[in-house]
């Protein structure tokens, strides 16, 4: 079992709708959550941090965490054919530095 | 502030033959990472580096690997004798000591022959 599960099956999604994407992990270590947005043939950007459970908002973007089921949760309100890209999510254990990817969720937005 | 920056972006290059990749993190970042990414996976850690000293090292880093950052500065990572299997996307990342936030490059793309 690989430390962090995403499913990676392409979601499209009409403009305007809400995108809604999720991991899980299986190492209670991790304490520091990413979600990175990665363009075909580019390097990933760091969308959302958080460290905490509960939800964590920047513009479109929700984040949320619930360590206790150990699942965080990517929401993207009013959806744009600009975020067509693949959703990364990322972990960080406490004490450690290497992130820990899940394998990437790819997201068509559809005019 | 210009981002972290990688070159080159894309080699080509036959197997058996070495290969070197340069990284400059962000200029006042003193923690960089390189990361492999093969097709329809996530980023695996390979390395890190705090300052000049390279504080870890994944299993993934074969001895034909290796990693350097002289000064602190840029890093490079070298891949001698290289296989089929070396092509991937080689990541590089940056941050502060302080966070545990990493912003990526835009990678350098190896294909092996």
């Known amino acids: 079992q690989k430390e962090v599960e995403q499913d990676p099956g392409p979601l499209s999604v009409p403009e305007g709708a809400i995108v809604s994407l999720n991991c899980t992990y299986s190492?209670?270590?991790?304490?520091?959550f990413m979600w990175y947005r990665q363009y075909s043939r580019k390097g990933p950007e760091l969308l959302m941090y958080t460290y905490s459970s509960g939800n964590k908002e920047d513009g479109r973007f929700t984040a949320q965490v619930d360590k206790s089921s150990k699942y965080i949760s990517l929401f993207i309100r009013d959806s744009q054919p600009s975020d067509s890209a693949t959703y990364l999510c990322?972990?960080?254990?406490?004490?450690?530095?290497?992130?820990?990817f899940g394998k990437g969720n790819q997201v068509v937005v559809i005019p | 502030d210009t981002g972290v920056s990688q070159d080159p972006r894309h080699k080509i290059t036959k197997r058996g033959q070495n290969v070197t990749f340069r990284c400059d993190p962000i200029?006042?970042?003193?923690?960089l990472y390189w990361y492999r990414q093969t097709l329809g996976q996530g980023p695996e850690f390979l390395t890190y580096?705090?300052?000049?000293?390279?504080?870890?090292k994944s299993r993934l880093l074969s001895d034909r690997f290796s990693a350097e950052r002289p000064k602190g500065s840029f890093s490079t990572l070298e891949i001698q004798r290289t296989e089929q299997g070396d092509s991937a996307m080689y990541l590089c990342?940056?941050?502060?000591?302080?966070?545990?936030?990493?912003?990526f490059g835009p990678g350098t793309r190896l294909t092996v022959t």
């Open positions: 190492n209670s270590a991790f304490q520091y």
């Open positions: 200029s006042e970042h003193n923690r």
């Open positions: 580096f705090q300052n000049e000293a390279q504080l870890e």
């Open positions: 990342a940056s941050s502060l000591v302080s966070t545990y936030e990493q912003y």
């Open positions: 990322a972990m960080i254990p406490y004490g450690n530095n290497r992130l820990a």
